[in-house]
């Protein structure tokens, strides 16, 4: 039997992993998760090593999706064959029990291309053999829309809307979104903020006709699809360090908890994880949840590693799911309690069982410019701010086990506080160096959801 799929609030129907890829959210507004999680026995886990990435992917994911091997096989080569270095996720060691594992070097320089390229193609292939179209709507303060553009642009059968905030995001980020010249990728710069962008497409979302007539689609981080295609990078950095025979720490520059949760998936697989650390900037809501046993939403404040400005981290969701032992009621009444009140507390059960596999750090503004400088300084590694999060937490942490911190995104990607910690501007990799001279296209429209909807209605007729 094909792998079934359950709703972390327990009331909507299970589905399998198309299904689940398709839906998103679910429609009692949970988020799904495997019915159960496939493990892999060590001698599995140590063939893996020295192998391709692209084998430890089909090995890794196979048994969550259903789909055969050699229909995955070949999604998998599509998705990474654009990447700018063979090894995929390389590791490099940045002190003697510490290492990086670098997961930028994607077409958009940041960890979400691992997801999003295989999304790309997973989507494109079911929609082929159903013979039916769909349009991708999503809102970006950068990353996240950049990412999805790179994946769909000159897929068939998917139309592709990013709407992001006029003149709020970086250089490179808005070049990143308007330079793909594929007609069915659109880059949208709204006259408003975030907000505004996601309040649209959350509109939209809720306006069934529209919903129904075009076939609306989002591929935001509570998508399954994408938390799976992040379980790869644990195993095969985890067999390069010496697993199943050795057991390994992860620190994760978390915001939305996505990929975090994904180290939690390797780990229940039988990875042999020791330490899973979330690593927070000044937003650190889930700092304070394992300081505290209370979960309380607080303003967002900007920060110098804005892909992890976030004021509640959704994935979490999942998390409390697994903690609560799947028990959906009552996960149904802490998210009630969370939109009512601003918060909630977790049970001492569930917060023992939390600590049991995660711990969590912080870093101050002040603290990741003086990381970002000191590992240039100390081993010639240029590292984004929110690689640096990650390893001023992680350089708290004393242990036995070889520990890795997850460096997020490319330096480049985030110029600025680089250059302000290191006196030095990181440069483009040379597979990017024209991005600046490249012409872009984009379309202003006014933050007015009658227009936005007219847009892409006349642009999928
Ligand atoms: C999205 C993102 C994060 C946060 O990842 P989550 O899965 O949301 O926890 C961290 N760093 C960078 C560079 C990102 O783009």
Known sequence: MTMQYHSTRGTAPALDFEGAMLAGLARDGGLYVPAEIPVMPPADIAALAGRPYEEV????????????????GDLIGRAYAGFGHDVRAPLVQIAPS?????????????????????????????????????TIVGATSGDTGSAAIEAFRGLDNVECFILFPQG????????????????????????????????????????HAF???????????INWARVLAQVVYYFSAAVALGAPGRSVGFTVPTGNFGDIFA???ARSMGLPIDRLVIATNRNDILHRTFQTGTHRKEGVQPTISPSMDIQVSSNFERALYMA?????????????????????????GAMEALRDIYTSGRASEEETGATIRDTYARTGQTICPHTA???????????????????????????????AATGHRPALPPRMADLFERPERLTDVPNDLGRLKSLIDERIA
Do not use: W
Not at 98 to 117: I, N, V, Y
Not at 324 to 346: H, N, P, S, T, W
């Open 211 to 221: 919903r129904d007539r075009v076939g609306l689609t989002a591929v935001n981080s």
């Open 98 to 134: 510490h290492f990086l594992l670098e997961l930028f070097h994607g077409p958009t320089l940041a960890f979400k291309d691992f997801a999003m390229q295989l999304i790309g193609q997973l989507f494109q292939d079911v929609m082929r053999r159903r013979g039916e179209r769909i």
């Open 263 to 265: 180290g939690y998936v």
């Open 324 to 348: 609560y032992d799947r028990d959906g009621r009552a996960v149904a009444q802490l998210m009630e309690e969370l939109r009512a009140e601003g918060g909630f507390a977790i049970s001492q």
């Open 389 to 419: 999060v990650g390893v001023k937490v992680a350089s708290e942490i004393t242990a036995d086990s070889p520990m890795v911190t997850l460096a997020t995104a490319h330096p480049a990607k985030f110029p600025d506080a680089v250059e």
């Open 168 to 207: 709020r995001v970086s250089e490179v980020q808005r070049r990143q979104m308007t330079t793909p010249v594929e007609p069915n990728v659109h880059a949208l710069a709204v006259e408003g903020d975030f907000d505004d962008c996601q309040a649209a497409v959350k509109a939209m979302f809720n306006d």
């Open 57 to 72: 992917a089909l090995r890794v994911m196979q048994p969550f999706t259903g789909l055969s091997e050699a229909r995955l």
